[in-house]
């Protein structure tokens, strides 16, 4: 069982903070396929020191999405600081993790996400600026290392967790891998040998029996899906009854990607204006086709969607072909 602090899991199954994604509506959609834990995309300190409209929104929380991860990004420890506290007492929120991981230039330009990685002192001194002010459990989600020459996944752990960090996530690439290339798992044993607080392995996991050969490999206590569960949650409920009962739930319907995708959209409609929904809903729509037939067609013409009409009338369009092409084959 995962536990960090004082808060327990129902299972090791975590749900990745990727930014631009994990909203409160993609969250609670994920949450309610079973994940033991799901994570909000990473807010800037600064955004919340400032009161940044957009950034405060990002901080919205159903309370049906619990237990939470809230990340937060930065580069200065007096703005770190403050924005965790505000995090803290005015989010419901269970547990305040911090970006360590982030590989994009315009933020480790600012000193922050995955810049920390070369700097074990830095990152004991931010995680326990961070820890001293602030009742949640600290988290930091990390890389391996910057690149090849400065692997530090070690060092940088035992700093998180000298400097009272509860849990630390991995990511088995570098830096300056971003997304690409294979992951390292064999650097998530190694932390995990190296320190007694929970460590969670992130990296490559795209089918449940990859998690379970993460977990059994590495010795981690969480195992963390990040890409292969965009607009597929049932990688979550997969992965989960897997690693309970070592059996493999069948994939789902056509029909039921479309209902989840609909709902999807629905909560994203209520979280935001029907015109930005719409917008950000494109991208994950083509995620919930992958696989299903004559999908290329539908996806062009989502691009051009601006209503919840026009985007669902494409969509059940796509189940009535799928259901006549079934019975087709039945008949035959």
Known sequence: MLKIGKIEMNNPVVLAPMAGVCNSAFRLTVKEFGAGLVCAEMVSDKGIVFKNEKTMNML????????????????????????????????????????????????????????????????????????????????????MGWDEEHVYAVQNAQAVERAGGQAVAIHGRTRVQMYEGKANWDIIREVKQAVNIPVIGNGDVKTPQDAKRMLDETGADGVMIGRAALGNPWMIYRTVQYLETGKLSGEPSVREKIDVCLLHLDRLIALKNEDIAVREMRKHAAWYLKGIRGNAKVRNAINEC??????SSLLNELILEAEAREENQAIV
């Open 60 to 143: 919205y929380i159903d309370e049906r999405e619990k237990p939470l991860s809230l990340q937060i990004f930065g580069g200065e420890k007096e703005t770190l600081v403050e924005a965790a506290k505000f995090v803290d007492q005015n989010t419901n929120a269970d547990i305040i993790d911090i970006n360590m991981g982030c590989p994009v230039p315009k933020i480790t330009k600012c000193d922050a996400g995955a810049k920390w990685l070369l700097d074990p002192n830095k990152i004991y001194e931010m995680v326990a600026a961070v820890v001293d002010a602030v009742e949640k459990p600290v988290t930091v989600k990390m890389r």
């Open 306 to 311: 601006h209503t919840r009409d026009q985007l």
